[in-house]
């Protein structure tokens, strides 16, 4: 119930601190072209995500973005080894790929979605 309802509030949480952030739900059934989700529209509208199954949410670091090496390495393992499961990719890269000063101060308002 806990997993639900955190995905649930950090997809219906929606602010403008967040308006360059890009989320990409990849599953079983979409594991190469990601369904581009918008944070302030119901998962109901999303025909890939499963309410029921375990969802991961992965968030690259400084310099990266949604299709760096380790964004992929850990989506495709989750996706053959630990299924079912939907898999959301957090693309903050314009942020991340300012200097390291102005993306540190980005990360708390990239995590608000996810409080």
């Known amino acids: 119930m806990f997993k639900q309802a955190f995905v ?31 944070p302030s529209a119901p998962l109901s509208r999303y025909t890939n995500f499963k309410i029921t199954d375990n969802t991961v949410i992965l968030v690259h670091g400084h310099h990266g973005d949604a299709n760096n090496d380790f964004n992929t390495l850990i989506k495709n393992a989750i996706l053959d080894h630990q299924t079912p499961h939907n898999v959301i990719v957090v693309d903050w890269s314009r942020e991340a790929n300012q200097g390291y000063a102005s993306a540190r101060q980005s990360v708390p308002i990239v995590s608000l979605i996810f409080n």
């Open 8 to 38: 649930l509030a950090a997809l219906a949480v929606s602010c403008s601190a967040t308006a360059s952030n890009t989320y990409l739900l990849y599953t079983l059934e979409n594991k190469l072209v990601p369904e581009k989700l918008d």
